[in-house]
C-alpha cells in the first residue's frame, strides 16, 4: 500500500483511496473541461477502477443526454466539486488532480488531450506530448 493517495471533494462528504500508481497523468484543454476547471485545463490521472475505492455520500452524475458518447461526470451532491470521469470504452477512471489531498503528487502532466479546443492562454508544459483530440489509441 506504499503507492496510497487519498483525496476527496472540497466538503468532505466524499472520500477515496487510490491503491495504485496512476496508469497516466495528463491535461485536457477541451470545452467542457473548461467549464468544470474554470476556464483552464484539467488535470487527471487515468486509474484502474478496482484500485480505487470510495467512501462517504454517494456521488451525483451527469451524461449529456444528447450525445450518444458523451463521458459520465460525478459531482460532490453538497458542494459541488467534480470528482471523476468515465468515458464510454475507457477502462480507466478519469481522476481529477485537484481532489488529491496532496495534489504535489500528480507532478505534472505527460501529455495534453483536446488542444484544438484550448484556449490561446493555456499553458502547455515543454516538452510534453500533445493531442488534437483524445490519443489514438484510445
Ligand atoms: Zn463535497
Ligand atoms: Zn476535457
Request: hydrophobic residues 30%; glycine residues 10%; charged residues 20%.
Amino acid at each position: 500500500m506504499g503507492e496510497e493517495m487519498r483525496g476527496g471533494c472540497f466538503c468532505g462528504s466524499i472520500r477515496y483511496a487510490v491503491t495504485s500508481r496512476p496508469k497516466l497523468r495528463a491535461q485536457c484543454h477541451c470545452r467542457a473541461c473548461q467549464y468544470f476547471s474554470g476556464g483552464g485545463p484539467n488535470y487527471y490521472m487515468l486509474i484502474s477502477p478496482q484500485h480505487i475505492h470510495f467512501s462517504g455520500d454517494p456521488a451525483r452524475k451527469y451524461r449529456n443526454p444528447e450525445k450518444p458518447d458523451a463521458v459520465t461526470r460525478s459531482f460532490c451532491g453538497t458542494c459541488g466539486t467534480h470528482l471523476i470521469t468515465e468515458r464510454p470504452g475507457l477502462r480507466e477512471i478519469v481522476l481529477k488532480v485537484g481532489t488529491l489531498d496532496e495534489p504535489g503528487a500528480f507532478r505534472g502532466p505527460k501529455i495534453a488531450i483536446f488542444c484544438e479546443e484550448k484556449q490561446d492562454w493555456h499553458m502547455i508544459p515543454e516538452g510534453i506530448t500533445t493531442f488534437d483530440t483524445l490519443p489514438s489509441s484510445n
